[in-house]
């Protein structure tokens, strides 16, 4: 601080606080902050006359000379105290910037489509894993929830206060009266007439009030750097609601294909079965037509021996399985559980906690699967194929019977070779009505 002739500090001093002035003829000694005079009676100024300090003569221009150095450094610590408050606003508006990003991240959830591919490439597998379902309804309903603009942050309104102080702080800095306002802000303590001094004399030094001047237009910088993050945290709020609203369609769009083909498998599986029994009832008519044409030559064969002399020989019989061949039609369609697998109602229920309600048409109340595709056992063409097989077997065990039986007249009546000869036209007439199931696509659902 400058030094003040003793009765001018008495006079801004306190009451009850005085200080004893010193002989008229000597100055006071030099101490903290400007000082006067050096030691002695007077002094000369490069821009005053030889004078006494507290003197009405005084100058000043002596003021300026004396305290100098100390201006320069006072401004200088002016300045410094004025750059660290630059620095700690600067800071602080950093420090609003970051918290708010840190508030926008946190309003919803980060776009992740490796999490909802996971999803649907095995969902009873993903939703058995504790926190998948909720990372991935975070997906599937993201919205943006955080705040809506820097304005509305409290962080920046504190922030915003501090500076537009500081700026009109450092705009006032440059008139005296502003920095005498400003001394007596920083050392509350101090008589109003040492400030009054102090900011004269800053005031009057070029290089000093230059020093102090710049230290505090830099606060008008913080103006822009506010509007900044003003700037940039509007572009963090609309980028974050693009970033919700994107990343929840494009899971709701996923969940919506791969249930709709979920959906889709299922009742085509229902659709299948539902064919295979059509097709089995309507084609026991054709089957039952066909068994009935084979019990019929069956019969047929068996019932020659009328036709043969009575040596005690006959055809020998063949076996008849198509004599009660009587297939009864389904009644009961299948039902969609009957047709599912085990692995497709743990697929449903792990999409119904996925999305957060029931989704597909399976009753998981009820057992599934079961579902047996009709068959009737019973293929023309192979049964064809052994009654033939026994037909002939039949006719070459008949014939040497009757070789044996007959008695050697018989035989030199030629009776063998009619007996032979009429055998063998009922076995080849049979034979020839076999034969058309060696072509079963001639044969299907034509009746005998």
């Known amino acids: 601080m400058s030094f003040l002739p ?90 609003v910037s970051n918290q708010f990003g840190q508030q926008v991240s946190g309003g919803y959830a980060a776009p992740n489509q490796n999490l909802v591919n996971e999803a649907f490439s095995n969902p009873s597998q993903f939703a058995s894993t504790p926190g998948n379902v909720s990372a991935f309804q975070a997906q599937y309903n993201n919205q943006y929830t955080g705040p809506q603009n820097v304005e509305s942050f409290s962080p920046y309104s504190q922030i ?34 040492a400030n009054t001094l102090d900011s004269l004399l800053l005031s009057g030094n070029p290089e000093a009030k230059q020093t102090v001047q710049n230290a505090g237009k830099q606060f008008n910088d913080l ?47 229902l659709t299948n079965a539902q064919n295979q029994v059509s097709q089995y009832n309507a084609g026991i008519p054709a089957y039952q037509n066909q068994a009935q044409d084979l019990n019929s030559l069956i019969n047929e064969w068996n019932a020659y ?8 020989v006959s055809t020998q019989d063949i076996s ?21 697998t085990p692995e497709q109602l743990a697929t449903q229920q792990a999409l119904s906690q996925l999305l957060g309600s029931n989704v597909g048409p399976l009753d998981v109340n009820s057992e599934v699967g079961g579902y047996q595709a009709p068959t009737l056992n019973f293929n023309p063409s192979q049964n064809a194929q052994d ?42 007439n049979i034979l020839k009505q076999l034969q058309k199931y060696n072509n079963p696509d001639e044969l299907k659902l034509k009746p005998r």
């Open 6 to 95: 003793i009765n001018e500090q008495n006079q801004q001093a306190p009451q009850g606080q005085t200080t004893a002035a010193p002989n008229a003829m000597t100055p006071p000694p030099q101490s903290g902050g400007s000082a006067g005079a050096a030691t002695g009676g007077a002094k000369t100024s490069a821009s005053g006359t030889p004078t006494q300090f507290g003197s009405s003569a005084s100058k000043l221009g002596d003021y300026l000379s004396a305290n100098a150095p100390q201006i320069g450094q006072q401004a200088s610590q002016i300045a410094g105290g004025l750059n660290q408050q630059y620095g700690q606003l600067q800071q602080g508006i950093n420090d």
């Open 160 to 193: 915003q206060g501090q500076v537009q102080n500081a700026v009109q702080q450092g705009g006032l800095l440059g008139s005296q009266a502003g920095l005498q306002s400003y001394l007596q802000g920083k050392s509350p303590n101090s008589t109003r007439a």
């Open 223 to 269: 103006t822009g750097q506010l509007e900044n993050v003003k700037t940039q945290g509007g572009q963090q709020v609309e980028q974050a609601k693009a970033g919700a609203e994107s990343s929840k369609q494009a899971a709701q769009k996923a969940a919506q294909d791969y249930t709709q083909n979920f959906n889709n498998q299922l009742n085509q599986n």
């Open 305 to 312: 021996s009328a036709h043969m002399p009575n040596f005690d």
């Open 320 to 340: 008849n399985p198509y004599a009660n061949f009587k297939p009864q039609q389904l009644q009961d369609a299948p039902t969609l559980n009957q047709v599912a």
């Open 387 to 428: 009654v033939t097989n026994n037909l002939s077997t039949s006719y070459q065990n008949t014939l040497t019977g009757l070789k044996n039986a007959l008695p050697d007249a018989w035989m030199q009546r030629d009776v063998y070779p009619q007996l032979q000869s009429n055998l063998s036209t009922e076995y080849q």
